[in-house]
């Protein structure tokens, strides 16, 4: 199974992204879905996280401004970014704690990382 992000590119400061992530094949379950982030230099620091009963928990330094959502039907996580910030510019990687049809046990999982820059 891979996580297949979405979403990223080139934006101005003020503006809005939304990021999406979907496993590869189908799972039985997911849990915890969480987005993380990782500027250049820097290690890569959790930016949100939303659990199976779609309790919500973000980084201090959202303040507002990310939602974190997702749709079980389909297997997908968002993030909804507003009001970016040139210090939001970094790849953003999607991870997933999942069970995988035929494994017993549930595991962590993570994307390939979609690059977000925030430029004028």
């Known amino acids: 199974v891979q996580l297949v992000e979405s979403g990223g590119g080139l934006v101005q400061p003020g503006g809005s992204l939304r990021l999406s992530c979907v496993p590869s094949?189908?799972?039985?379950?997911?849990?915890?879905m969480r987005w993380w982030r990782q500027a250049p230099g820097k290690p890569r620091t959790m930016v949100a996280e939303?659990?199976?009963?779609?309790?919500?928990n973000y980084a201090d330094f959202v303040n507002g401004r990310f939602t974190i959502s997702r749709d079980n039907a389909k297997n997908t996580v968002y993030l909804q970014m507003n009001s970016l910030k040139p210090e939001d510019t970094a790849v953003y990687f999607c991870?997933?704690?999942?069970?995988?049809?035929?494994?017993?046990?549930?595991?962590?999982?993570w994307g390939q990382g979609t690059l977000v820059t925030v430029s004028s």
């Open positions: 939303i659990d199976g009963n779609f309790m919500t």
């Open positions: 991870n997933m704690f999942l069970r995988e049809i035929g494994i017993y046990r549930p595991k962590d999982y």
């Open positions: 094949e189908m799972v039985v379950t997911i849990s915890t």
